[in-house]
Every structure is written in C-alpha cells, then in structure tokens.
T-cell receptor, first 113, second 114 residues
Framework: KNQVEQSPQSLIILEGKNCTLQ??????????LRWYKQDTGRGPVSLTI?????NTKSNGRYTATLDADTKQSSLHITASQLSDSASYICVVITTDSWGKLQFGAGTQVVVTP | EAQVTQNPRYLITVTGKKLTVTCSQN?????MSWYRQDPGLGLRQIYYSMNVEVTDKGDVPEGYKVSRKEKRNFPLILESPSPNQTSLYFC?????????????FGPGTRLTVT
C-alpha cells in the first residue's frame, strides 16, 4: 500500500479558476514534504519544500500547506493558466531513510480555455 | 548552467543486450538517484547513492545495477534488458535530501526493449 496518497487522481478546471490538490501520508518519522510539477515527458520540477515546522509555503501562484499532526498537505493553484496543465506529485522524506523518497502517484491537472 | 544530463534520451534495444544509461551532474551534489516512470504507477525509485562508492536499493532494483565511482556520474546498467523494463527513466541529484535541498531531475531517457 502506498504510504503517500494523492487526490483527486485527475481534474479538469477552467482557465482562471482555482483548485486544490490533496496529499495524505502515513510515513514517519517525517523530515520534509515536497510538491513537484511534471510536464508530460519531462523531468519533475520542484515547487515547494516544507519541513515539520512550516505550515505554508508559496511559489508564485502555487501555495502549499502542511499539517504534520494530521499528516496532510495541500497544493493550491490560484488563477490557473493553461501552462499549469501537468502532473503534480507529492513526495515525503523521512529522517531515518533520507535517500529513499516516498512518492505519491500524482494528480493530473488539465486547464481548459 | 547547473544541470543533470542523461544519455541517450531515446533508446530502442532488444531483449538481453546489455546497455548503460549515463547520468551526469555539474552541481557537486552528493546525492543521486534513478527512477522509472510507467503510466498509472508514478515515479518509482530504482537505486540511489548518498555519495561516492555508496549506493542503495530503492523500491524496484531488480534487473538494474548502478555504480558511483565519481561524484558527478551515476550510470544505470541493464545487464540483460527485458520488455518489462520498457519505461521512462529519470536521474536526479541534490545535496543530501533530508536537509530540504531541492532535487534536480534530468530530462529523461525513454527506453523500449523489444
């Protein structure tokens, strides 16, 4: 069973609208959580990295939140653009196995005009 | 320019013919890792290396070998490729990942084994 679960699996949104992606994890002990954006056929690009003590981190129109107590994170996309169409991947790193990253399956976002 | 490079970018080969996919980074990163990505399965870690001469298995190491003789290079070796290793492969590097450093991914290598 995957220890990093993302939802929804996919979504379609209209250009200019906002959306929120979810990531729930069970891995521990927690070190940090990352959100990546991956365009089709290309390598993932880091959006945010959050440690245990960070609740919110923004990168332009992307805002990630983290609740380490409930082991939940979200990625909010504001005023979506066509270029936001991509897969968004949640990754968790633990303190006892820093080299072994725990990946979510990703949420496929399609922004339509 | 700071980057991770992979070669080749595309490769079609036949079952059993040994191949190597190279990965190189110019950022002096200690950590390097290989992933494969298949439709519906997301990214899965094959092997990783915390530093020179230090390698460890990820979630799907079967059928793969790696070596880390130099800090900048981390080749992925398929001794006897099989069709189930047809996939999109990514190499990545970073300073130690537990310290919240960003991980940089290469452009990917699309491998087809017939």
């Amino acid at each position: 069973k995957n220890q990093v679960e993302q939802s929804p699996q996919s979504l379609i949104i209209l250009e200019g609208k906002n959306c929120t992606l979810q990531c729930n994890y069970t891995v521990s002990p927690f070190s940090n959580l990352r959100w990546y954006k991956q365009d089709t056929g290309r390598g993932p690009v880091s959006l945010t990295i959050m440690t245990f003590s960070e609740n919110t981190k923004s990168n332009g129109r992307y805002t990630a939140t983290l609740d380490a107590d409930t082991k939940q994170s979200s990625l909010h996309i504001t005023a979506s653009q066509l270029s936001d169409s991509a897969s968004y991947i949640c990754v968790v790193i633990t303190t006892d196995s820093w080299g072994k990253l725990q990946f979510g399956a990703g949420t496929q976002v399609v922004v339509t005009p | 320019e700071a980057q991770v490079t992979q070669n080749p970018r595309y490769l079609i080969t036949v079952t059993g013919k040994k191949l190597t996919v190279t990965c190189s980074q110019n950022m002096n990163h200690e950590y390097m890792s290989w992933y494969r990505q298949d439709p519906g399965l997301g990214l899965r870690q094959i092997y990783y290396s915390m530093n020179v001469e230090v390698t460890d298995k990820g979630d799907v190491p079967e059928g793969y070998k790696v070596s880390r003789k130099e800090k900048r290079n981390f080749p992925l070796i398929l001794e006897s490729p099989s069709p189930n290793q047809t996939s999109l492969y990514f190499c990545a590097s970073s300073p130690p990942p537990g310290n919240s450093y960003e991980q940089y991914f290469g452009p990917g290598t699309r491998l087809t084994v017939t």
